[in-house]
């Protein structure tokens, strides 16, 4: 269980063109999912906190008319990146969030395969 | 604010060797939540195990061992006769009652046959 999708894993577009991303948990409903960007061997950098039917929360510095998210479902979310430029190329990665009882009751992120954009 | 330091960037080991990644975290909460993820090349992050702050029970799976110890505010982890599958980079993580991950910078791994 807990198997999250991302959609596309690898975009590769035109400078001023925008990008959709889509996360899905297939087998859970997840309350909240995340946005994160990875740079080449840098860890992972929060962009912003998605919860289903309201509006995104974004990281300090996110600019969020540039990485517009909507999470429509339980189980979807998307990250659009608008009029992408080549320094929005990056590693995507979102997560959803579940909740676990048992010796550790929190919420657990698990993450998407990820995807890698390119912006030419 | 919490903070959480892998002072580790790379460690490269012989296949059979043991190999402990460490973990110090900073907060300030009482009631906090410490999490290890495993990114292999792929790419994707691969939850290994979560620990809350008042659970200072090491834990084993396998070749997998996690030591907790809120003294030092430490939460290392020790792979067992590595093989070349664990080459990866592992992230310690923190979150508090936000849930939103604090990451550590991650320790690169190098298994070599």
């Known amino acids: 269980g807990a198997v999250v999708s991302q959609h596309p894993s690898r975009v590769i577009c035109k400078s001023g063109t925008s990008v959709k991303i889509e996360c899905r948990s297939l087998d859970f409903q997840a309350t909240t999912m995340f946005w994160y960007r990875q740079f080449p061997k840098q860890s992972l950098m929060l962009m912003a906190t998605?919860?289903?039917?309201?509006?995104?929360?974004?990281e300090q510095g996110v600019e969020k008319d540039k990485f517009l998210i909507n999470h429509a479902s339980l189980t979807l979310s998307t990250l659009t990146v608008t009029s992408a430029h080549p320094e929005d190329s990056s590693f995507y990665i979102c997560s959803a969030s579940r909740h676990e009882g048992g010796r550790t009751s929190t919420d657990t992120q698990y993450f998407g395969p990820g995807t890698r954009l390119t912006v030419l | 604010a919490q903070k959480v330091t892998q002072a580790q960037t790379e460690i490269s080991v012989v296949e059979k060797e043991d190999v402990t990644l460490d973990c110090v975290y900073e907060t300030r909460d009482t009631t906090y939540y410490l999490f290890w993820y495993k990114q292999p090349p792929s790419g994707e992050l691969v939850f290994l195990i979560r620990r809350n702050s008042f659970d200072e029970q090491n834990e084993i799976s396998g070749r997998y061992s996690w030591n907790f110890q809120k003294s030092t505010s430490s939460f290392n982890f020790t792979i067992t006769a590595s093989q070349v599958v664990d080459s990866a980079v592992y992230f310690c993580a923190l979150t508090l009652n936000d849930y939103k991950l604090s990451f550590g910078a991650g320790t690169t791994v190098t298994v070599r046959a």
């Open positions: 998605s919860n289903e039917g309201s509006k995104a929360t974004y």
